[in-house]
Every structure is written in structure tokens, then in C-alpha cells.
């Protein structure tokens, strides 16, 4: 259905970022590699990824990678679930820091997010603490959910578990 997609996925320099099981650490495939690599980066909510990468079988040829970093996000306006979540312009900004082995090129790419966050803060936004955070600390103030399985996750998240 998408011949372009198709001849990126079965590209073999070709890696998609997103987390998993079956994932190798950036860190890992950028020593290793010294050929120019392309690399697919899903953008939405973390509910609307999982659908794209779950449902895309193309998704599943190229080598998936995950960055395994403990960043803190700087897009404080908004609600993570863990600290170390980031946003997909955080994620694609270390990606290729790390591919192209240039400190600068986070710093670039991250600093119109840093002047959105700073400017909506001076106009009346709030700084968003993750819900592991706000659970961790009683802040917490929702309902919890009746949910088993998003009662479970936030278990987790309250217990320090990675998920």
C-alpha cells in the first residue's frame, strides 16, 4: 500500500525508535555502526504509537532501537507519566545526538521548545509534575482508576517499576 514506507522498512540501515523487549540500546548500535542509518520515529500519544507500530507489520523489518537515557523532559507544561518520559522532539533531538556522536545538536533542536515552555509559563501555564511523581509524593488528586489494567500500571509506577 505504501511502496516508499515499504523500501525504507527493508532498508537494512534502516531503525525504528521505540521501546521494547526486543529493542538494542541506541548507544550501542551508533558504536557500532559506521554507515549512515535512517530512522523512523513514531509521533502521537503513547496510545496512538503503540496502535501505528502494532498494526504496521512494515514497522517490524527495520532494527528497533530505544534510547536508555535518564533525561528528565524539559517539556514541563505538560504531564509525563514518568519522569524520564520524553516528548517525540525530545526523543528524535537525543537520537540524533547520539547517531552523530554532536552534544550540540540536543541543544539546538531542544531550545524552541525551551522558549514555548518558558513563554507559556510566563503567561499563566503550570509546571506539570509526572503522575509518578505526584503519586509518590500523595499529590495525586484524580480518582484512581477502575480500570484493572490502569490500576495496575499505576501500581507500578508507585513501586518504581519500569514500564
Known amino acids: 500500500r505504501y511502496p516508499e514506507l515499504a523500501a525504507v522498512c527493508r532498508n537494512p540501515n534502516t531503525l525504528i525508535l521505540y521501546p521494547g523487549g526486543e529493542a538494542t540500546n541506541l548507544e ?77 545538536i540536543q541543544e539546538t533542536i531542544l531550545r524552541p521548545l525551551q522558549a514555548l515552555c518558558s513563554f507559556q509559563l510566563q503567561h499563566g501555564a503550570q509546571i506539570h509534575h509526572s503522575k509518578e511523581h505526584l503519586l509518590k509524593n500523595g499529590l495525586y488528586d484524580k480518582p484512581m482508576p477502575k480500570n484493572k489494567r490502569k490500576l495496575r500500571r499505576m501500581e507500578l509506577l508507585l513501586n518504581n517499576v519500569k514500564i
Open 28 to 104: 550501542e548500535v551508533a558504536v557500532m555502526s559506521s554507515r549512515p542509518s535512517v530512522m523512523i520515529i513514531i509521533d502521537g500519544t503513547w496510545s496512538q504509537a503503540k496502535d501505528i507500530f502494532y498494526k504496521n507489520p512494515l514497522f517490524r523489518l527495520p532494527k528497533q532501537v530505544q534510547l536508555k537515557t535518564n533525561i528528565s523532559s524539559q517539556y514541563v507544561i505538560r504531564t509525563q507519566p514518568t519522569n524520564t518520559c520524553l516528548s517525540t522532539l525530545e526523543c528524535a533531538a537525543v537520537a540524533l545526538t547520539i547517531m552523530e556522536k554532536n552534544k550540540s
